[in-house]
């Protein structure tokens, strides 16, 4: 386990934000996570989660968080409302919006929490796969630079090469990793559901205009099973549902040490092709 | 279009508002729709997409919906305000709020837009099941009274009986119809993503204090679909995936004629037990 919880990790960066009062905090998109255009939206995911976590009514940690891509990100400043809408004695609910000069480009809803003991039983269960240090990393061609902020190691269905041919499932399966590594939060956390490429490209066999227009996040870990984790890999798995008429759907686990479900995600993203 | 016209079907009465301009919709629970505290979530699920639908701004239709149920509402009127918070060639960002008296019961996102017809896959297939008129159809307890308005057909998992005992897996799997029957449409297959009951009580063999935190439906089916349906019956098939510290979730698939996929949900459940 290293400590290297520096200031100066590329993460804590991007996801920086500074107060500005009345449930508003200012960010700044970092050249570090761009995607193709605007930002890769974990990275904006993670900026709303931190936009929560700072404000001083927090209540608990995150349960569930829904954010809407409603615009582009462009590159630059951003302010961030988060308000929360409604406290229950174990439950809050927040309303976020992610604006650029007023214009909103997203949205969000999030359930933070306090969690207690209950019956509790795992349906389903890790795949079974080689150990991380066992499978050699892939890259992402240059252009999406996000990508190179985690070490991703493929176990099924890794990323399309330009000689790719369609492939008969959508199914990625692999060891993620913040790089340089980092103790996972939940910022982190929400950042890996979405690290999963467009499956259809995996589809297809090749790169298409395509982006995630909502992203579900289901949190299954509390903060105590986050700091076991310290900087170990997650082991992530996604796969689609169904294809056609202009967008797909795609669900997510997230898998922790000793086999514990971390999270599951889901999102509807958009397809041109 | 007026909605103030007395409709015969119970659905219509229960999801109907009135528009009270600017983007506000007045409603009121309906006792055929009542849960064990409050209205069944998927009644106000459905009345959030009627009142998106209702909006003369409005492009579209539903593509993804959130619902996040942050307070219990009350028998009796409540407003909805629904607000397109950005407006794209092709899609439409909405953020919606329940309240009554002021205080917000329900928060939600919507997506609408409009489609393009784009290269197709299915990669799940409907269960292999016994056809709707051969399964039996059965009964919720009397104080669940929404459930009287489902036909509700189990091929697996069925209700839980007060004798019954722990289940090994949380898999339900019905044919549903509304009863009256009732053509299918958006608001329609809403009330339906949420028609399985909290996967808890499957599991546990009992009732035990249990709702729906968070529900996100994505909507596969076009309008042109959802018309073909008519009043036959839909496919539903839900389980969770994890239980436990007082939440687990739950996925679910709704199925159309000729084994099309009109709709997947998600929800994350609090339990007390």
Chains 1, 2 share one sequence.
Do not use: C
Not at 96 to 115: H, Y
Not at 116 to 135: F, G, N
Not at 261 to 273: E, F, G, I, N, P
């Amino acid at each position: 386990m290293s400590e290297t919880v520096a200031p100066s990790h590329p993460f804590d960066a991007a996801v920086g934000l500074t107060p500005a009062g009345d449930g508003r905090f200012a960010g700044h998109t970092s050249a570090d996570y761009a995607n193709m255009v605007g930002p890769f939206g974990g990275i904006t995911a993670a900026a709303l989660v931190r936009a929560v976590q700072l404000h001083p009514d927090r209540l608990g940690d995150p349960l569930s968080l829904t954010v809407n891509f409603a615009g582009p990100v462009a590159e630059g400043q951003f302010d961030i409302s988060a308000r929360p809408v409604r406290t229950n004695r174990s439950t809050q609910h927040w309303a976020l919006e992610l604006t650029q000069d007023g214009v909103v480009a997203t949205t969000a809803t999030a359930v933070f929490g306090t969690r207690r003991d209950t019956w509790s039983s795992d349906e389903i269960t890790i795949p079974a796969v080689p150990a991380a240090d066992s499978v050699a990393p892939e890259s992402f061609p240059d252009f999406i630079a996000w990508a190179r902020n985690y070490e991703m190691r493929f176990v099924e269905g890794g990323i399309p090469k330009l000689e790719s041919v369609e492939h008969p499932t959508s199914t990625s399966t692999l060891w993620v990793r913040d790089t340089p590594a980092r103790p996972l939060d939940f910022p982190a956390l929400t950042a890996m559901s979405d690290v999963f490429f467009p499956r259809v490209f995996l589809r297809r066999g090749k790169f298409v205009p395509a982006g995630t227009v909502t992203l579900t996040v289901y949190f299954h870990a509390d903060a105590a099973a986050l700091a076991e984790q310290a900087d170990t890999a997650v082991l992530g798995s996604a796969r689609a549902q169904r294809f056609g008429k202009g967008y797909f759907d795609q669900s997510a686990e997230l898998w922790g040490r000793d086999g514990v479900l971390l999270a599951t995600a889901h999102q509807l993203v958009y397809s041109k092709d």
